[in-house]
């Protein structure tokens, strides 16, 4: 019986972190851009695309060794993560992602068992850190390298413009950019070159860079040249205008970061201060606050506390989250 506090308290924090997860990741809109390219796609496919998807997963499935093919087995959606890993642009593989949380899961445990915590809420501590700290970390670098890619995207857009109002078919002007631009951008370019030298169609391979991206700007991109493909009309102009609403876009989303800046900033203040009072009066007397895991009252008032805290986080960011 006394492992039902402990237990209710660790899954009290558990749904605490999902919340606040959840919450501070921002507006999704995966799925209604991917109804709204889902008949785009249907009408560009045909059986030589098929043909090369096939060959590509045979790449890809060899390519795939012994330590990924273990840790898909164990780790849920392994799919999604390996589309999360592509988009961070490291090497990282499914198997590297397995044996990085699974040696933060036993770090973690067995430095909270040296400091005398109880084995059950050492072990659901480290599992909470392991599972939350890779899964940031791999966050972190997906938002750095879609944050620079937005920001050259324009500059991409408007040396498009300029090749094809040269005369350059749309196919070399995309090669130009992949030559001329550098970091991010200049990446997915050539990888989109690449694969229509083997076979891929042009539609085919920006989807697949736009599904990988998953950025709204890209996707305009892709609807504006499957568009043009289709009914015609002048593709210079039409890329010239996208590349202006992309910058305004940019500036709109500046705009609204330094307007919710300050609602951000006490959010994080009023989130964190409680942990961090707790800290530091465990380090000042560790055997008054471990009180929290033994007596079944502050178990239940912590949990509680937990809980109520994660559903004020979760109101408070989304009250400055803003998708435009």
């Known amino acids: 019986m006394e492992l039902m506090p402990v237990l209710s308290l660790g899954a ?12 501070f990741a921002g507006p999704n809109a995966e799925r209604a851009r991917t109804r709204r390219m889902a008949a785009l796609r249907a009408r560009h496919s045909d059986a030589a695309n098929v043909l090369v998807d096939a060959q590509m997963r045979r790449i890809a499935t060899a390519r795939n060794n012994r330590m990924d093919a273990a840790a898909m087995r164990f780790i849920p959606r392994p799919a999604l993560l390996k589309q999360r890993l592509a988009m961070t642009g490291k ?55 879609i944050t620079k ?59 697949d860079t736009a599904d990988r991206l998953g950025t709204p700007e890209f996707q305009f991109f892709c609807i504006t040249i499957a568009i043009q493909r289709e009914t015609g009309g002048n ?27 300050e609602s951000k900033a006490s959010a994080y203040i009023v989130g964190s201060l409680p942990f961090i009072v707790f800290g530091l009066i465990w380090m000042i007397n ?21 809980i109520w805290m994660g559903i004020g986080a979760f109101i408070m960011s989304r009250m400055v989250n803003f998708e435009i």
């Open 12 to 23: 009290g924090a558990l749904v605490v972190l999902a919340l606040m997860a959840f919450a």
């Open 149 to 207: 890619f937005t920001a050259k995207f324009p500059d991409a857009i408007e040396l498009l413009v300029r090749g094809l109002r040269s005369g350059l078919p749309i196919t070399e002007t995309i090669a130009v950019v992949a030559q001329e631009v550098d970091g991010p951008v200049g990446v997915e370019f050539k990888n989109i070159t690449d694969k229509m030298k083997i076979g891929r169609t042009m539609d085919a391979a920006l989807q």
């Open 286 to 306: 560790a055997s008054y606050m471990q009180n929290f895991f033994v007596d079944q009252r502050l178990m239940v008032a912590g949990g509680g506390g937990l």
């Open 91 to 145: 090497t990282w593989t499914v198997g590297q992602y397995g044996i990085a949380t699974l040696g933060i899961v036993l770090g973690v445990a067995l430095v909270l068992i040296v400091l005398r915590l109880p084995i059950l809420l050492a072990l659901l501590l480290g599992l909470v850190v392991g599972a939350g700290l890779p899964h940031m970390v791999v966050g972190f670098f997906i938002k750095r390298r």
């Open 235 to 261: 593709l210079a102009e039409t890329l010239s205008n996208l590349a202006t609403v992309l910058r305004m876009r940019g500036q709109m989303k500046l705009k609204i970061k330094a307007m919710s800046s």
